[in-house]
Nanobody, 120 residues
Framework: QVHLVESGGGLVQAGGSLRLSCAAS????????VGWFRQAPGKEREFVAA????????YYGDSVKGRFAISRDNAKNTVYLEMNNLKPEDTAVYYC?????????????WGQGTQVTVSS
């Protein structure tokens, strides 16, 4: 079982930046798919960015392309989400998920989330 802890959220003005961290324990996630998702009040959970399992390719949701970057430090068993040029519509709780090879996100391990609030 993988245990995930997100950190780095906070309040930032529009145009600012934040870096979120997702620290994994219990298992090494270097071969897992690891992704970031977010959920704003009253909205469904939305895909933000991910490494898919088995390769180092990265994928981004359309609303964050060119502004967000996902990276990983396998030595620290940690995945990051660098968020630049933040907009009020980026306000949400951000979750990370780690899914074993071949498994869908829904069956992966999820963190407790970290709040990001962007003021206009």
């Amino acid at each position: 079982q993988v245990h995930l802890v997100e950190s780095g959220g906070g309040l930032v003005q529009a145009g600012g930046s934040l870096r979120l961290s997702c620290a994994a324990s219990g298992r090494t996630v270097s071969s897992y798919g690891v992704g970031w998702f977010r959920q704003a009040p009253g909205k469904e959970r939305e895909f933000v960015a991910a490494f898919t399992w088995g390769n180092e390719n990265t994928y981004y949701g359309d609303s964050v392309k060119g502004r967000f970057a996902i990276s990983r430090d396998n030595a620290k068993n940690t995945v990051y989400l660098e968020m630049n040029n933040l907009k009020p519509e980026d306000t949400a709780v951000y979750y990370c998920c780690a899914a074993p090879p071949g498994s869908p996100w829904a069956s992966g391990s999820w963190g407790q989330g970290t709040q990001v609030t962007v003021s206009s």
